[in-house]
């Protein structure tokens, strides 16, 4: 598999989900091997890699940090380059978190299809695993197994009736991507907004940007059946991103989990694989 990076600039504007700043978000073909953010309203600031290594909080987000300069957010937009193949890009942002969009990653994967997406005459490396590999912490499961293809299923377990068992399986490709997953939005249980807001998050959320899960439903129609998890598979596919390797041959489970466990996992997934290209 090759590298690729993007042909021409594109960007996006809006509002971020967790700081509600305004920011537009230039997606940049780059001669860097990898995924990286700059912060162009900090002065000086360095491009900050999308790594493991990096991860500052996975606290309801990833947020990003190198020699000082912060991003939030970053999981979606990584999801989308992921999916896409983009392994070579520089995203510059003048705030600190990625405009939200509809609270999925489509809006970003159009961007970055009209953009172009250029082959480089570079190898991705591929990491696969020759033995089953485990994570678990109380009532979270991670494996992964080796398989002929890469496959991803999410189970998401919940208390509340409407949302209380739901799985999606991923066969992965771009195509399977952009139908199945890329559209799920976000979500959030009215009962977590008031916590959130207290404590400096969702402050740019709305039924706009998020599906709000109410006592007896939700803020708007959904876009699919389990929807919900099928975000939790779009967000590990960009926390995964994080190894800034190809994943293949990999069968992967998780029970509930979230962006902690994700990046927990991706670590293990560097350390116990094996790494091609
Ligand atoms: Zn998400």
């Not at 993007?6 to 509600?20: D, F, P, S, Y």
Request: aromatic fraction near 8%; charged fraction near 25%; charge should be neutral.
């Amino acid at each position: 598999m090759f590298r690729q990076t993007i042909a021409e600039r594109k960007l996006v504007k809006g509002i971020g989900l967790h700081t509600g700043r305004d920011c537009t978000m230039t997606f940049e073909p780059y001669d860097r091997e990898g995924i990286y953010f700059l912060r162009t309203d900090i002065k000086d600031s360095k491009p900050i890699k999308a790594f493991v290594g990096n991860v500052s909080s996975t606290m309801r987000g990833t947020n990003l940090t190198y020699e000082g300069a912060e991003v939030h957010t970053v999981e979606h937009v990584l999801s989308a380059c992921s999916a896409l193949g983009i392994t070579d890009i520089l995203i510059s942002m003048d705030g600190p978190e990625p405009p939200v969009m509809d609270g999925s990653s489509q809006e970003y994967s159009k961007v970055l299809i009209l953009a172009g997406i250029k082959r480089l005459d570079k190898k991705v490396p591929v990491l696969t695993i020759n033995k089953k590999i485990e994570m678990s912490e109380n009532n979270v499961l991670y494996t992964a197994e080796p398989a002929d293809k890469l496959t991803m299923t999410f189970l998401f377990v919940h208390t509340h009736p409407l949302v209380s068992r739901l799985e999606h399986t991923l066969e992965f490709s771009k195509d399977n991507y952009l139908k199945e997953i890329g559209p799920a939005r976000t979500f959030g249980f009215v009962e977590e907004l008031e916590f959130l807001k207290k404590h400096g998050l969702a402050k740019g959320g709305s039924t706009e940007n998020a599906v709000v899960i109410t006592k007896d439903g939700f803020s708007s129609p959904l876009r699919f059946e389990g929807e919900m998890v099928r975000h939790k598979i779009l967000d590990m596919i960009g926390d995964f991103a994080l190894t800034g390797c190809i994943l293949d041959n990999m069968k992967i489970y998780a029970r509930g989990g979230g962006h902690k466990f994700n990046v927990e996992f991706a670590k293990k997934l560097l350390k116990e694989g094996v790494i091609n290209g």
